[in-house]
């Protein structure tokens, strides 16, 4: 079979959702591996032979407002998006694709591209891999939230964390995180969970630093989990929001529960750290 021939992925658009957190839920259900925001509208996308019809009426039943647009996701040629994967340097860390990794440099992170997300090719990604070094030091213990191939926890067992637990809903991220656990080493250290961020957060409290490269709609259902499972003066960083989404962020953020430590900007996505007051 020719790379023409294949069978297609299904891309899915949502347009003009009102509740954007039950349509990300829908969307998992019915099997998607990854939801991003693409400025108001929520996009993803499915294997070769998904029923539509089903995802539409899962997002229907979700926010009967919201409307769905299907098509076929366009072929990729895997040997130039191979060769379009790069090594990202932040800070004193590198994130690389395996065959791009110097194996023997410790702060080099190698993470194998699958669709699970998270390869140093986002830039909310790489906003919370320079968050990370702004920290004063490393806390003990860090959740990573959403955490898809774990590149974020390895990153913070790279930066000194001696626990860090990574949470991810969808299962078939699962495999390629265990992976790319194990090719860095760091096995000992970083623990991958699947489940629901919002139930096992608490469950692991208290926790000194929270990782949440997450679309912004879920990022602001969590804020009040995530404040409450951390320990005193503990951080949070959130990634995952366009530029144009700061304002409303900022307004959610209590001033009398949250202190703004530091922000980053890339391209149209802004990242901040942020501290628990007491």
């Known amino acids: ?62 926010d009967p407002v919201a409307r769905v647009t299907t098509s076929d996701a366009p072929q990729i040629d895997w040997s130039e998006w191979r060769a379009s994967v790069r090594a990202h340097r932040l800070g004193i860390l590198t994130v690389a694709p395996p065959w791009l990794a110097d194996e023997a440099d410790p702060m080099t992170v190698s993470i194998e591209p699958a669709m699970a997300f998270g390869t140093g090719e986002h830039a909310t990604t ?69 489940g629901d961020a919002a139930v096992l957060l608490p469950l692991l409290a208290p926790v000194g630093l929270v990782l949440a490269n997450i679309i912004s709609s879920v990022l602001v259902g969590m804020l009040a989990v995530i404040h409450d499972s951390l320990e005193p003066r503990g951080s949070a ?22 202190q703004v430590v530091s922000e980053d900007e890339e391209d149209e996505w802004w990242s901040v750290l942020i501290e628990r007051r007491q």
């Open 126 to 194: 790489r906003g919370v891999v320079r968050l990370m070094q702004r920290l004063e030091a490393m806390p003990a213990i860090v959740a990573d939230l959403g955490a898809g191939s774990a590149v974020l926890a390895i990153c913070a067992a790279r930066l000194g964390a001696h626990k860090v637990i990574a949470i991810e809903l969808d299962r078939d991220a699962i495999g390629n995180a265990e992976r790319n656990v194990a090719a860095n080493g760091v096995a000992d250290s970083v623990h991958i969970i699947e």
């Open 1 to 62: 079979m020719t790379p023409a021939e294949a069978p297609r992925w299904l891309a899915v658009r949502v347009d003009h959702a009102a509740n954007r957190a039950a349509v990300v839920a829908a969307l998992f259900d019915a099997g998607s591996q990854g939801v991003q925001e693409d400025g108001s509208a929520l996009v993803t996308h499915f294997p070769p032979f998904t029923d539509a019809s089903v995802i539409e009426s899962l997002v229907a039943a979700a």
């Open 237 to 258: 960083i959130l990634s995952g929001i366009l530029k144009e989404e700061k304002p409303r962020m900022l307004s959610e953020i209590d001033p009398s529960q949250w």
